[in-house]
């Protein structure tokens, strides 16, 4: 199969449509991400989150076959800033702009918002996936190029893309998250038995400190109503506005997704004497559960555990899924059981004389990553060394 030589930008994820984007993002030999459907990108753009007037242009690539029909896409944004990406590089923008020179615009693949690991290079399960990448990693430099953009980053692929596009000649970077990963248990309580005695205790005492008066109720499919938005809602925008100063959804947009992704999200709602006090929002992939966001208007110790992390982990457990990501961030999570893993990114800089120096800063990072993520594992690890009971 051959692929035609010009690609299409289109403005909107609309304009190509829902089958034939999913005809490569949702591919039946790859596990579902959720974060790269057709609906989740398309409730970002309608509820006017991912838009060029928040600083996200859609640029979506579009290759096609010589029948004419959409063999590979790739999402791809214009951006006006370094928000909402989880992959830092405001340093670069500054070394850039003392420099004289202009950071912004850059392009970026990514999911908005989203620092989960999904594919980026999304190609027909039929066409040669060599082609597809070669042909949308070429759009995209060329896009790149049309509108001055200081590079192309491309944030949280895949392990086997990030390798691809290191031989692609991009600047490759290596980050670190904490994932939950099930080891084949069968219960929450398998799961305790396999970390130290503290551990276990430590455990334990939390969940019973932050359940106590409280229901928790985990809400996904038809359960899930506007009103459960509603609460969620006045719990991101309370905890975004303490940490970030500006959340990045609005409340149009969980709407959109409880109307077309129900089935795929996991509320899990804490309430007192029938008020919502609390809640934490996850998406459910084919072998991953992803904890996204959180929030509260009551402060209760650990309860913040207690949903984010320990109900996460039992109810990916009752559906046997392979591991809970939890988000950016957060060494805590080391003592929950989300042990270090990690994340990647491949960076183009336009500028020769900035690229020298950032990619020659990626391999001293890569390396001190690398370093850390195995001291962690190894000094801190919650989990039973051979001669614990």
Not at 81 to 96: M, N
Not at 190 to 202: E, N, P, V
Request: aromatic share 12%; net charge negative; glycine share 10%.
């Amino acid at each position: 199969m051959t692929l035609k030589p010009a690609v299409r930008i289109s403005r909107r994820i609309a304009e190509i449509g829902r089958a034939d984007w999913d005809a490569c993002a949702v591919r039946g030999d790859q596990p579902f991400n959720p974060f790269i459907c057709f609906d989740f990108l398309d409730c970002a753009e309608e509820a006017g989150c991912a838009v060029e007037a928040q600083g996200w242009g859609p640029q979506h690539l579009a290759v096609e076959d010589e029948a004419g029909r959409v063999a590979a896409v790739m999402p791809l944004y214009l951006k006006g800033h370094s928000q909402g990406e989880y992959i830092f590089d405001h340093a670069w923008a500054e070394a850039y702009e003392r420099a004289g020179g202009r950071y912004y615009p850059k392009l970026l693949s990514a999911a908005p918002f989203t620092p989960a690991t999904g594919p980026r290079l999304l190609v027909r399960p039929d066409v040669d996936p060599d082609l597809g990448r070669k042909a949308l990693l070429g759009g995209a430099l060329t896009v790149c190029e049309r509108y001055g953009a200081s590079g192309l980053h491309v944030n949280f692929p895949t392990r086997d893309e990030w390798s691809w596009l290191g031989e692609a000649g991009m600047a490759l970077r290596e980050g670190q998250q904490y994932h939950w990963l099930n080891r084949g248990y069968a219960t929450f309580d398998d799961f305790l038995a396999d970390l130290s005695s503290g551990r276990r205790k430590t455990i334990r005492r939390e969940r019973r400190d932050a359940g106590q008066g409280l229901e928790i109720l985990c809400l996904t499919g038809s359960d899930l109503t506007e009103a459960h938005w509603d609460a969620f809602y006045r719990f991101y925008v309370d905890t975004g506005s303490r940490k970030w100063g500006r959340p990045y959804l609005n409340r149009l947009f969980f709407s959109l997704l409880g109307e077309r992704m129900a089935d795929r999200v996991l509320l899990i709602m804490a309430r007192r004497n029938g008020r919502w006090i609390a809640g934490a929002l996850n998406l459910i992939g084919g072998d991953c559960l992803f904890g996204r966001n959180w929030g509260c208007v009551e402060d209760v110790p650990f309860l913040h555990f207690e949903l984010c992390y320990y109900q996460a982990i039992e109810w990916a457990i009752g559906r046997g899924l392979a591991r809970v990501e939890a988000g950016a961030q957060g060494q805590h999570k080391i003592a929950r059981g989300y042990l270090p893993a990690p994340v990647h990114s491949a960076h183009f800089i336009a500028d020769p004389a900035l690229r020298g120096p950032v990619e020659d800063y990626l391999r001293r990072e890569m390396a001190a990553v690398e370093e850390e993520m195995e001291w962690l594992s190894e000094a801190y690890s919650p989990f039973r060394q051979s001669g614990d009971a």
